[in-house]
Structures are given as C-alpha cells and as structure tokens.
C-alpha cells in the first residue's frame, strides 16, 4: 500500500506501492556542482571574474561560512578552492553536489575535482530532503527521476544529485529547467526564475541507478 513519507508546505510526499516515491511542487533553480565540466558555466566565481556564471557569489555565502563552494579544508571556514590552468574553467570556484562522480577507473577523486560533482548546466537533476532521502529503504542519492512540467507536458529523465533543506521541497537543475521549459533567472540562469506549485510532478525510483544522456549515476547511501 502506499504510504506519506511526509508532508513539506502542505505537499504530501508519497511512497507508491512499486516503491517509487512521488511528490508535486514548484521548482527552484540549483546550479550547484556546476565547473564547466561540459562546456557549462560555473556556478560560482570570485567578483572580478570574467566569464558568466550560472549564480551570484553572495549565494554561496562567505569567508568564514562558506556553505556552496568546496574550500581546502572541506569546513565553512576554510578557504574557497579555484580552478587551476589545467580546469574546465580556470578562476571560478570548484561548487558540489551531494553525489560525488568518480574517475574512468571507478576511483573516488579529490575533493578539488570539478569532475566530482553533478554539472548542473549540463545534467538535468534534482534536489531532494532529507525526508526523502532517510524515509524510504532504497537509496535515494544517484537514483533515477523523472520531472514532468504539468503546464507543457514536457518531462525528462534525471537523477537525485544533491541534498537541500528540510523545510524545502522542488529544485532542479538548470539543464532540468530547461529540459522541461522552467523558466531560468537573467542574467544568472540559477538565479531566480523556477515555477509555481504544484505545476511540476517528480517521480523517485529509489535503488535504481539513474541514466542520463547515456551516463550511468552511482548510487550512493546517505552519509557518504
């Protein structure tokens, strides 16, 4: 039988008898994990750099309590790590997701990577809350989505890439807002822009590895 995980802004998080998990809401932009990886954006750079970048620095908060950039000591008040000559994006800061990529080799890579993380400009994913991700038995991290834009139809294949807030419920990508024609904020895609609730519908398979533009997501349990 189906069950409510939970309720978020008077939004009931559903349990389907097949065990996926499916929810309706708005949608938030995420630009997180973005570096270039793909030819994309960064999602966050140092004032002063030249080149767009998919959100604005103060987003990403600031010295001593940085909390959407990886610093070199992995802690809030560590300092923000740049990409070098040899990045996709030489200047910009290196921004994560919760899942972490690994390397040709199946080997983890260093925490400065830009090819650690999700590419938000490039790979439609989603956000999720903790709610989801500890209330359900299959793992959530790297699992297959799909989101459907109610108002157009318009649906694509994604994957669960990143943890957000407790209290919020709906975000996404940018390359999954544009998939599904969510508008993107100006001039900073992550920026503003998104879509009211509950115009969008998401559909979680928990334990079943997501494929994207033919890319096979790990799955990764809760706490790694």
């Known amino acids: 039988m189906s069950r409510i995980i939970g309720t978020i802004h008077g ?14 809401s708005g949608a938030t932009l995420d630009g997180d994990g973005a570096n270039g990886q793909f030819g994309g954006d960064p999602c966050y750079a140092p004032r002063g750099y030249v080149g767009k970048t998919l959100d ?10 940085w909390f ?9 008040n560590g300092n923000p790590i740049i990409q070098g000559a040899g990045d996709p994006c030489p200047g ?11 390397d040709a080799n199946g080997n983890s890579l260093p925490r400065s990577s830009p090819f650690k993380y999700v590419d938000s400009a490039t790979v439609p994913f989603i956000v999720v809350p903790p709610m989801i991700l500890k209330g359900v038995a299959g793992i959530v991290m790297g699992c297959r989505a799909i989101v459907t834009n109610t108002t157009n139809g ?6 669960v890439a990143d943890g957000g807030p407790s ?3 709906g975000e996404i990508s940018v390359a999954c807002a ?12 992550a920026n503003g822009g998104g879509a009211p609730s509950p115009a969008i519908q998401y559909q979680l398979f928990p334990g ?10 790990p799955l990764q349990p809760s706490g790694h």
């Open 154 to 159: 318009r649906t694509v294949e994604a994957v």
């Open 11 to 24: 939004r009931d998080i559903v349990e389907e008898d097949d065990r996926s998990v499916t929810f309706s």
């Open 56 to 65: 604005v620095i103060d987003n990403a908060g600031g010295p001593g309590n």
């Open 92 to 102: 910009a800061y290196v921004s994560a997701t919760s899942l972490h990529l690994r």
């Open 68 to 76: 959407g950039v990886v610093t070199d000591t992995g802690e809030e």
């Open 178 to 189: 544009r998939a599904i024609g969510v508008p993107t904020g100006i001039p900073h895609a």
């Open 167 to 169: 209290n919020h419920l």
């Open 208 to 217: 079943i590895p997501a494929v994207v533009n033919g890319v096979i997501y």
